[in-house]
């Protein structure tokens, strides 16, 4: 049943005003704690520290680490074989 608002008496009005300003807040602290814990996962993301276990990764890494030159292992092949080159 759809009740017009001209047929709510004070009280009822004033229940309605509270309950909408209820949910607002509700809304609001949603809002804010999913903010809060998106922070958290990518503080959590960014400051984790460990490298990746690809080896080449990290030898370009480390490079840039010693500010030198990468000399990073790359795979060869003669006829049917293959063999690592720098390993």
Not at 22 to 32: F, N, Q, W
Not at 65 to 86: D, H, K, N, T
């Amino acid at each position: 049943m759809i009740v017009m608002r001209e047929q709510l008496n004070v009280t009822e009005r004033a229940g309605m005003k509270r309950m909408k300003a209820v949910r607002g807040a509700v809304r609001r602290g949603l809002l804010a704690a999913a903010a809060l814990a998106g922070m958290v996962i990518l503080t959590l993301a960014a400051g984790s520290g460990t490298k990746p276990g690809n080896s080449i990764d990290l030898v370009l890494r480390e490079a840039v680490e010693r500010m030198r030159p990468a000399a990073a292992p790359g795979p060869g092949a003669r006829g049917r074989s293959a063999y690592g080159q720098g390993e």
